[in-house]
């Protein structure tokens, strides 16, 4: 794959914000309502990168010992402000938000979409997405959004944006809002979408994201991150990190830990992704 470094002016990079955010307001919607297949898990390609390593991110500051499981039995950090989080789709049905908050979730990332992985990539609204926006902000959560990507360049992303903003603009959005793209294996759109390309979309969507005053997060595991985005390129923008252990051995820096996607949570029904914020 083909490493690179972004070289770009301030002014230029401001006109390619403010025609990203342009195309975003003001391009024709393009959102099916009917279904389309829907991505249900994530695998990690094998192969390595391919060239040298750009300058490392940022660097971790946390270690294992700064962080215990509470009386709830749930992840928190010791050393450091931090505040427990769910997310959640269609996937978790109708969700009992009063019941998530009193017990002790503080905050709800919530799907408000994703791209079909099939080769016409039909965007689809979140069926519970509006309905989990309302109930968790009437149940005193914070909320932040999320879109599941399958984005193959950066006018897909930007799509994606736009029926993002679509939904979240009639809700307090004090959470971040995130780029989730995932590998879904060779039958995906995305098969052979490569770094250069994924990097490029992850940061047109989250430049977008915050043209609109929102704050932008991209989403990764350890193993997408060293094959599928170049995290030097994107340290401006915050990551949520997907290791599922409650043991902090990530090298690089992360604001969003979503340490289980196995958790137990009152008011949701079956398993649920539990999350750990560490704005610092």
């Known amino acids: 794959m083909k490493n690179y470094t972004v070289h770009i ?14 195309f975003v307001l003001m391009r024709p919607s393009v959102v099916q309502r009917a ?7 994530s695998t990690v390609p094998s192969q390595p990168r391919q060239a040298d390593d750009p300058l490392p991110p ?3 500051s946390y270690v294992a ?5 509470d009386e709830n039995g749930y992840l928190t950090c010791l050393t450091a402000a931090s505040m427990l989080g769910v997310d959640v789709s269609e996937h978790q049905g109708e969700v009992d938000w009063e019941q998530v908050a009193a017990s002790g979730v503080k905050f709800a990332i919530i799907r ?11 965007l689809v609204e979140d069926e519970y997405a509006r309905a989990n926006l309302e109930g968790a902000l009437a149940a005193g959560l914070k909320v932040g959004a999320y879109f599941f990507s399958q984005a193959t360049n950066t006018w897909e992303a930007l799509e994606e944006v736009r029926l993002t903003l679509s939904v979240i ?4 959005i004090e959470m971040p809002v995130v780029f989730d793209w995932e590998y879904l294996g060779e039958y995906a759109r995305t098969a052979t979408t490569d770094q250069e390309t994924v990097t490029a979309c992850t940061a047109a969507f989250c430049n977008a994201i915050s043209l609109a005053g929102y704050q932008p997060m991209f989403y990764s595991n350890q193993n997408l991150g060293e094959t599928h985005f170049d995290l030097a390129a994107l340290s401006d923008y915050p990551m949520w990190l997907a290791m599922y252990n409650t043991e902090m051995d990530y090298p690089h820096r992360l604001y969003m830990w979503q340490y289980t996607s196995d958790g137990s949570v009152p008011g949701i029904d079956g398993p649920v992704d539990l999350n750990l914020y560490l704005p610092e």
Do not use: C, H, I
């Open 9 to 22: 002016t301030a002014a230029a990079a401001f006109l390619t914000a403010m025609l990203s955010l342009v």
């Open 35 to 41: 279904q389309e297949t829907e991505p249900s898990a």
């Open 58 to 60: 940022p660097p971790n």
């Open 65 to 69: 010992s700064d962080f215990a499981m």
């Open 112 to 122: 408000v979409g994703f791209r079909g992985y099939g080769e016409t990539g039909k």
């Open 169 to 172: 603009r009639d809700f307090p």
